[in-house]
C-alpha cells in the first residue's frame, strides 16, 4: 500500500476521534514543550554566567603567587610574596600568547575629598589594565607609562567612588583626592560595570599607577598578582601553560615540586560556575523527559483501544488482501503521526513557554535549536517505539476471527 | 468447455478443541466452472463457514487440495494467500462490512488499495464504474449511514466486484435483509452472473436456492447433495409478484 494512502487513512483515524487523540496527544505536547523549555532555561543560565564572567574579560589570565595546597598551614594566596616584578618583566618578554599584561599591587583604605570619605580599595596596576579588564573611560584619561615610570600620584575612580566621595556631581576629573593621606590628582572616571557574578562592587575602586601604590602606599617590594590577557579566547588555556612554564623555570622549581604561584583563565573560571546549572539543566532535563515517556505510554495505551475498536476494520483489510506489513504500517503511521503532531505542538508551547518565561519572570532563556532537533526526533523514536507493539498486535491477528469479531 | 475456476478434491479441516478433534469438513470434493451460480446450504453445524473460510484463503484446509483458478493454495504463506484474496475473490458479508464513515466510493476502492499495480487513477475509473454496475452511480459520496441496508450491500457487491474477480464469494448476503431488499439483491446477483461472474453464495435459506444454477448441500461435514437447477428462478419476476408496498 502506498505512503500516501496510508497516511490518509491515518489522518482519517484521528480526525474522527479529535478529543481522544488530543488528549493523547497532550503528553507528548506537555513532555517537548517542557524539554524544550527546561534546555531553554539552563541554557539561558549559563550564557548569563559566562556574560558576566566575560565582561571581567574572557580572555583574562590571573597569576597569583602560592598555591592552594602548599604545606599544613595554608595562607591565603595574598600573603605569599613570591611574584615579584622580575616574574612580570619576565613573563612579558617570553610568552608570546599573551597581549597585554600589567602586575597588580592592591590594598585597601579611606578616599577621602573634603569632608566625604568612602573605604575602597586601590589596585595599582599599567596603562594595559584597562584592556585586560575590558574596562572603559568614561572621562578622561588613563595614566600614561611615563607616569608609572615617574610614581605619578594621579588616579582614575570608579562610579561608587564618585558617588560617594563626589555627591554633588561635580566632575571629579582634575580634582584632587586623598587615598590613606597621600594625595592623588583624579585624571579619569571608569565606565560603569556593576556587580560581578559574586556581588563584588566593580565600580568601587581607584586605580593608580602600579609603582606609586606599591611604594607609598603598600611599601612593598612584591606583587600581590599579575594580570594578562591571552590574544585570544581559544588561545587562552596554552597561554596558562606558556606563563607556568616560565615562572616554573625563573622560580627554580623541580620536577617533582608544587608551583609556588597559580595561573587561572577566565575559561577555568566559567567551566566552574556552569558546571552547577550544567547539573540542573540535566536534572530539569530527565524531568521532562519522563514525562515524554508517560505521553508515549498514554500512545500505546490508545493505539491499543484503536486495534480493539478497529479489530472488524483489520479483519476486512484483510480479506480483502492485506497483508500483515499493510496492517502493521497502518497502525505504526497512525501512532507517528500522533506523536509527530504532538511534538510538533509542544515545540510551539516549549517556545510560547519560553518567551513568557523571558518576558513576565524576567529569567534569562535561550532556545538551542539542538533541543528542538532532539525533542522532535524523541517524539518520532517515542512514536515508532510505542506504537510498534499494538501494530504488530494487529497484525498478527487472524482474519477470520477479526471479522467476525463484535 | 468452461474452465474450472475451483477444484476441491478430498478436503478436510479438522480442528483441535482441548483434546477432541472436530471434524468440520471429512474430505468434500467438487469443482465449480466460471460461470456458474453455486449456492451452498447446509444447516448450522454443517461445516458451511469452514468451506466458506477456505474457499476464500482465509483458512488452510488440513488435507486434500484446493485449487483456485490454477493456484493450489496449500503451503502458501500468509502474504501469498492475501494476494490471492486480493487479486482472485471477491468478498460479500452478511453484515456488509463497510467502513463506516468513510465514502461509498473510498469503500470500493478499498481491495485495490492494497494492489500496488492498479494507479489511484485506475481506481478510482474501476470504482466509479463498479458502484455504476450495482446502480449507485448517484450515491458515490454517500457514507454507510446515509444508506440503507440494501443500498450498503450493493456498495459492498460493488467492492467485490472491482478487483475483476474470478469469483465472488457471498456469506448469507442476504440474511440481513428484508425479502424485498433480499430479491433485489438476488436480482442483481443474478444479472451479473448473466454477464459471467462467478458466484458462490453460501446461505441456509432454501428460496435462495431456487435463484441459483447449482446447490451443493452439505451435512456434517460431508456434501450429502449436488445437484444441478433445472428451472432457476428469476428474482425480478419473484419481485414483481411481491404485493405493493402502501405509498
Known amino acids: 500500500m502506498r505512503l500516501l494512502n496510508l497516511l490518509k487513512i491515518a489522518y482519517k483515524a484521528i480526525v474522527l476521534n479529535k478529543t481522544r487523540t488530543l488528549l493523547t496527544m497532550l503528553g507528548i505536547i506537555i513532555g517537548v514543550a517542557s524539554v524544550i523549555a527546561m534546555l531553554a532555561i539552563g541554557e539561558g543560565s549559563k550564557e548569563s554566567i559566562r556574560a558576566t564572567i566575560s565582561s571581567m574579560g574572557s580572555n583574562m589570565i590571573t597569576i597569583r603567587p602560592g598555591t592552594d595546597d602548599r604545606g599544613p598551614a595554608r595562607g591565603s594566596g595574598g600573603d605569599v610574596q613570591t611574584l615579584i616584578l622580575e616574574d612580570y618583566q619576565l613573563i612579558k618578554e617570553k610568552a608570546t600568547l599573551l597581549s597585554n599584561i600589567t602586575p597588580v599591587v592592591n590594598g585597601g583604605g579611606q578616599v577621602i575629598n573634603g569632608s566625604n570619605n568612602w573605604p575602597s580599595s586601590i589596585y595599582g596596576v599599567n596603562p594595559e589594565y584597562l584592556d585586560i579588564k575590558a574596562v572603559g573611560l568614561q572621562s578622561g584619561s588613563m595614566f600614561t607609562d611615563a607616569e608609572v615610570k615617574s610614581a605619578s600620584k594621579v588616579a582614575l575612580i570608579g562610579q561608587t567612588v564618585v558617588e560617594n566621595v563626589f555627591p554633588d556631581g561635580q566632575d571629579p576629573v582634575g580634582q584632587m583626592i586623598r587615598f590613606n593621606n597621600i594625595p592623588f590628582k583624579v585624571i579619569g572616571v571608569l565606565e560603569e560595570k556593576g556587580e560581578n557574578t559574586f556581588g563584588q562592587d566593580q565600580d568601587d575602586v581607584v586605580i593608580a599607577p602600579f609603582t606609586t601604590v606599591q611604594k607609598r602606599i603598600l611599601a612593598i617590594d612584591y606583587l600581590n598578582q599579575i594580570m594578562a590577557s591571552a590574544i585570544s579566547e581559544d588561545d587562552a588555556p596554552e597561554a596558562v601553560e606558556q606563563v607556568t612554564e616560565i615562572l616554573r623555570s625563573q622560580h627554580k622549581i623541580m620536577e617533582t615540586e608544587d608551583d609556588d604561584f597559580t595561573v587561572r583563565s577566565m575559561e577555568e573560571l566559567i567551566s566552574t560556575f556552569s558546571s552547577t546549572s550544567e547539573m540542573l539543566t540535566v536534572l530539569l532535563v530527565a524531568v521532562a523527559g519522563i514525562s515524554l515517556l508517560i505521553g508515549g505510554i498514554g500512545i500505546m495505551n490508545i493505539m491499543y483501544v484503536s486495534v480493539k475498536e478497529r479489530t472488524k476494520e483489520i479483519g476486512l483489510r484483510m480479506a480483502v488482501g492485506g497483508k500483515g506489513s499493510d496492517i502493521l504500517m497502518q497502525f505504526l503511521i497512525e501512532a507517528i503521526l500522533i506523536s509527530i503532531t504532538g511534538g510538533l505542538l509542544g515545540v510551539i508551547l516549549g517556545l510560547g513557554a519560553t518567551v513568557f518565561i523571558e518576558n513576565f519572570l524576567n529569567w534569562p532563556t535561550s532556545v538551542a535549536l539542538y533541543s528542538i532537533v532532539i525533542s522532535f526526533a524523541v517524539c518520532a523514536v517515542t512514536g515508532i517505539f510505542f506504537g510498534w507493539y499494538p501494530a504488530r498486535k494487529a497484525s498478527a491477528l487472524d482474519p477470520i476471527t477479526a471479522l467476525r469479531y463484535e | 468447455m468452461s474452465k474450472e475456476i475451483i477444484k476441491i478434491e478430498d478436503l478436510k479441516r479438522e480442528f483441535t478443541m482441548g483434546s477432541e478433534t472436530v471434524h468440520a469438513l471429512r474430505g468434500i470434493s467438487f469443482d465449480i466452472k466460471e460461470g456458474e451460480f453455486v449456492t451452498i446450504m447446509g444447516s448450522s453445524g454443517s461445516g458451511k463457514s469452514t468451506l466458506l473460510n477456505i474457499l476464500g484463503c482465509l483458512d488452510q484446509p488440513t488435507s486434500g487440495t484446493y485449487e483456485i483458478d ?145 446447490t451443493i448441500v452439505l451435512k456434517d461435514g460431508n456434501i450429502i447433495q449436488d445437484y444441478k437447477n433445472n428451472k432457476v428462478q428469476s428474482a425480478a419476476n419473484e419481485l414483481a409478484k411481491l404485493p405493493q408496498e402502501d405509498h
Not at chain 2, 159 to 178: F, H, K
Not at chain 2, 180 to 204: A, C, D, P
Request: zero cysteines; aromatic letters at 6%; glycine letters at 6%.
Open chain 2, 70 to 214: 490454477g493456484v493450489k493454495v496449500k503451503d502458501l504463506s500468509r502474504n501469498e494467500l492475501a494476494t490471492i484474496r486480493n487479486e482472485k475473490i471477491g468478498f460479500i458479508f452478511q453484515s456488509y462490512n463497510l467502513l463506516a464513515r468513510t465514502s461509498a466510493l473510498e469503500n470500493v476502492e478499498l481491495p485495490l488499495q492494497y494492489n500496488s499495480k492498479v494507479s489511484t487513477e485506475e481506481r478510482r475509473k474501476r470504482a466509479i464504474k463498479a458502484l455504476e454496475m450495482v446502480g449507485l452511480g448517484d450515491r458515490m459520496d454517500h457514507t454507510p449511514s446515509q444508506l440503507s441496508g440494501g443500498q450498503q450491500q450493493r456498495v459492498a457487491i460493488a467492492r467485490s466486484l472491482v478487483n475483476n474477480p474470478v469469483m465472488i464469494l457471498a456469506d448469507e448476503a442476504t440474511g440481513n435483509l428484508d425479502t424485498r431488499t433480499s430479491y433485489e439483491i438476488m436480482s442483481l446477483f443474478q444479472e451479473l452472473n448473466k454477464q459471467g461472474i462467478t458466484i458462490t453464495f453460501v446461505t441456509h435459506e432454501p428460496d435462495i436456492a431456487t435463484f441459483s444454477s447449482r
